[in-house]
């Protein structure tokens, strides 16, 4: 019998290395007008190498990518070479307006301690609107209510248009695992012909893993580390007028617990102003729950709310977060602590338990005499999956679901206070 023997030689696979943008120091901050003219653009090395989404073709239409930075923040310039200026598409539109993806715009995914899950997305279009937003399990998450307090502007030149963006290292979150290497992808989407292109492995857009390696950024932001989480307002009715306190997690990353000034504005509706704030020195290492308030409003409706970390004594800004809080008179909120973000649970991020903080919005007495009950429900059914009940009642108070005996369908959390 002849046997047949049939040998298949495979390549060894190998990864494919991150492309590198060199950061450049600018010795005096760039004028943000879009135009590229400055003096530290033209000492700054751009990063050409943009290719088609998904592939290793080179993009048809150029685009440069250039980085300076300063002791402040980082600035971020792109040329999109255009020869036909009437095909590019695009509009003033608010801030964060999701139709800035829609026009001819560049995007900018920045994630400098080079976690590969966590980063910050920045979208600018030709007439200089901004959409920001803070991504995570890899860019599959995205939340429109973070803003970075990145400042940018376009310019249409004549066979090009071009954009500046400066984004301030108090917005970033800086940690010790920052180093002078983040990772960087700058993204171009042409309208008119269709065609995304980025500095990503393969022309990627949100693949954390895959992005480009900023080199280079010898910056000093250890003063900067320190990270503000998502701001929490708690309302009740006093004297018959709307009092808020805001609760506001503080992470000190710096290694040195030092005194701090933690201070918060709300701009309301019709430009009204309250504030409030605080000395504290919050322990290193560790997130503290700290609160603002209560401040008085004359109104309700959507405010602007701005927090920030500052040195108490220049008053320099150490951190910032701003968001956008609809404030109103609610008795009772449930917040999902963990997964943050209330829409899935992901295997991957192997969560072992589903916490809820159940706020009650009253003054004491009317806590004293009532209990509450607490539960996750089958949506389609009605049926309960779980629950705790609450004899005694605080302002706020977390309750804790094993995760894994939930079933993998929709479910939803309910609350419900009754007397005593």
């Known amino acids: 019998m002849r046997m047949l023997l049939a040998v298949v030689m495979l390549a060894p696979l190998t990864a494919r290395a991150a492309p590198v943008l060199e950061a450049h120091r600018a010795l005096s901050a760039p004028i943000?007008?879009?135009?590229?003219?400055?003096?530290?653009?033209?000492?700054?090395?751009?990063?050409?190498?943009?290719?088609?989404?998904?592939?290793?073709?080179?993009?048809?239409?150029?685009?440069?990518?250039?980085?300076?930075?300063?002791?402040?923040?980082?600035?971020v310039g792109v040329r999109c070479h255009e020869p036909d200026l009437s095909s590019i598409s695009t509009r003033k539109?608010?801030?964060?307006?999701?139709?800035?993806?829609?026009?001819?715009?560049?995007?900018?995914?920045?994630?400098?301690?080079?976690?590969?899950?966590?980063?910050?997305?920045?979208?600018?279009?030709?007439?200089g609107s901004i959409a920001d937003r803070l991504c995570t399990q890899g860019g599959y998450v995205g939340d429109f209510s973070f803003d970075a307090n990145v400042t940018g502007a376009s310019y249409i030149g004549q066979d090009y248009w071009s954009c500046e963006l400066r984004i301030p290292?108090?917005?970033?979150?800086?940690?010790?695992?920052?180093?002078?290497?983040?990772?960087?992808?700058?993204?171009?989407?042409?309208?008119?012909?269709?065609?995304?292109?980025?500095?990503?492995?393969?022309?990627?857009?949100?693949?954390?893993?895959?992005?480009?390696?900023?080199?280079?950024?010898?910056?000093?932001?250890?003063?900067?580390?320190?990270?503000?989480?998502?701001?929490?307002?708690?309302?009740?009715?006093?004297?018959?007028a709307l009092e808020l306190s805001l609760d506001v997690p503080v992470e000190n990353n710096t290694g040195a617990a030092e005194r701090i000034l933690l201070d918060a504005w709300l701009i309301s509706p019709t430009q009204?102003?309250?504030?409030?704030?605080?000395?504290?020195?919050?322990?290193?290492?560790?997130?503290?729950?700290?609160?603002?308030?209560?401040?008085?409003?004359?109104?309700?409706?959507?405010?602007?709310?701005?927090?920030r970390v500052a040195d108490p004594t220049t008053k320099k800004t150490l951190a910032m977060r701003k968001t956008t809080l609809p404030l109103a008179y609610v008795p009772v909120t449930l917040r999902l602590i963990e997964p943050w973000y209330r829409n899935a649970i992901f295997a991957t991020q192997k969560i072992e338990q589903v916490v809820v903080?159940?706020?009650?919005?009253?003054?004491?007495?009317?806590?004293?005499?009532?209990?509450?009950?607490?539960?996750?429900?089958?949506?389609e059914t009605g049926r309960q999956l779980a629950a705790?009940?609450?004899?005694?009642?605080?302002?706020?108070?977390?309750?804790?679901?094993?995760?894994?005996?939930?079933?993998?369908?929709?479910?939803?959390?309910?609350?419900?206070?009754?007397?005593?």
């Not at 009650?360 to 806590?367: D, G, I, Q, R, Y």
Request: glycine share 6%; aromatic share 6%; with cysteine.
């Open 357 to 379: 903080a159940l706020d009650v919005n009253m003054e004491a007495e009317a806590l004293a005499g009532m209990a509450a009950r607490v539960g996750i429900e089958d949506i």
């Open 32 to 75: 943000i007008d879009g135009k590229l003219d400055d003096a530290c653009w033209q000492q700054a090395q751009p990063l050409s190498k943009f290719l088609i989404n998904n592939s290793d073709l080179p993009a048809q239409w150029k685009s440069d990518a250039y980085v300076c930075f300063d002791d402040e923040a980082l600035y």
């Open 169 to 240: 290292y108090a917005s970033l979150g800086i940690t010790a695992e920052v180093g002078s290497t983040w990772g960087i992808n700058v993204c171009r989407e042409k309208k008119r012909p269709q065609e995304n292109s980025s500095i990503s492995v393969r022309g990627a857009f949100h693949l954390a893993g895959s992005f480009a390696e900023l080199r280079s950024v010898e910056a000093s932001t250890a003063r900067y580390r320190y990270a503000l989480g998502p701001v929490q307002p708690r309302t009740i009715v006093k004297r018959g």
């Open 272 to 307: 009204q102003v309250a504030t409030a704030k605080a000395i504290l020195t919050p322990p290193t290492g560790a997130e503290q729950r700290c609160t603002l308030g209560p401040m008085t409003l004359t109104e309700q409706g959507e405010y602007t709310c701005y927090v």
């Open 388 to 420: 705790k009940s609450l004899e005694t009642l605080k302002k706020t108070q977390r309750i804790t679901f094993d995760a894994a005996s939930l079933p993998a369908k929709k479910m939803r959390i309910v609350a419900r206070l009754t007397d005593r």
């Open 93 to 127: 539109l608010p801030r964060d307006h999701r139709d800035v993806f829609r026009t001819d715009c560049v995007e900018i995914m920045l994630d400098p301690a080079r976690s590969g899950n966590d980063y910050l997305h920045i979208a600018i279009n030709a007439s």
